[in-house]
């Protein structure tokens, strides 16, 4: 079946970029998601890139994709203080109405 | 336009007892998600509905029920609480292919 994987912890220095990887399983992926966990909270649309494209950049952030080897990253520039969060990935695929769910990365902020 | 709200935000059952959590949307959506969240584990999908009236096991089905009476409204049901369903519990909705958009959560404690 379908799996999404990440790391669960990163540990940044403040105004250092940040990079969240993620690796998934199903090859008919078409969307790709980052979503954002504040502490207490529900998760938020960070952002996200359809499978037919390699990058997308939203301001400091940038969402590489790797279909080949069907890896995705988030890289945050000047990582701050409110970036402390989980991050998680997340696919969906053509033909599901279902979300697969990475188990979420915990960003951390050294000052 | 509250979004995805849910009902209660804290609840303390003991082993045995019964309770609902009820989602509520009001973006007219089609889709609605229940999801855990542990430790470590990421989200995981207990049921699911794709319209009014419909509904659909996840990954971790065993111990709920679910209820899609109306379109706005998503029911999770735990006929006999167990202290393995103590968690934090997220409902989810989006229109086909668009945004998830999160509830705040309830947290489950069952002693």
């Known amino acids: 079946g379908e799996d999404v994987e990440q790391s669960l912890f990163l540990s940044v220095r403040e105004g250092d970029s940040s990079v969240i990887n993620c690796t998934y399983t199903?090859?008919?992926?078409?969307?790709l998601y980052w979503y954002k966990q504040e502490p207490g909270a529900g998760l938020q649309l960070l952002t996200y890139?359809?499978?037919?494209?390699d990058m997308k950049q939203d301001q400091r952030l940038t969402v590489l994709l790797n279909k080949k080897d069907k890896h995705l990253s988030l890289r945050i520039a000047d990582t701050q203080t409110g970036d402390s969060a989980i991050y998680f990935c997340?696919?969906?695929?053509?033909?599901?109405?279902?979300?697969?769910f990475g188990s979420g990365t915990r960003l951390s902020i050294r000052p | 336009n509250a979004g995805v709200t849910q009902t209660p935000k804290f609840r303390v059952l003991k082993t045995g007892q019964s309770m609902t959590l009820l989602c509520a949307q009001d973006?007219?959506?089609?889709?609605m998600y229940w999801y855990r969240q542990d430790p470590g584990m990421g989200l995981r999908l207990i049921h699911y509905?794709?319209?009014?009236?419909?509904?659909a096991k996840g990954e971790v089905p065993d111990g709920y029920n679910v209820s899609r009476l109306k379109k706005q409204n998503f029911l999770l049901g735990l006929e006999s609480a167990a202290p393995s369903q103590t968690s934090v519990y997220f409902c989810?909705?989006?229109?086909?292919?668009?945004?998830?958009?999160f509830g705040p959560g309830t947290r489950l404690t069952v002693l």
């Open positions: 997340a696919e969906r695929n053509s033909s599901a109405s279902k979300i697969i």
């Open positions: 199903d090859s008919s992926s078409t969307y």
């Open positions: 890139i359809f499978s037919n494209m």
């Open positions: 973006m007219n959506h089609e889709y």
């Open positions: 509905s794709v319209g009014e009236g419909t509904t």
């Open positions: 989810a909705s989006n229109k086909n292919w668009g945004e998830q958009f």
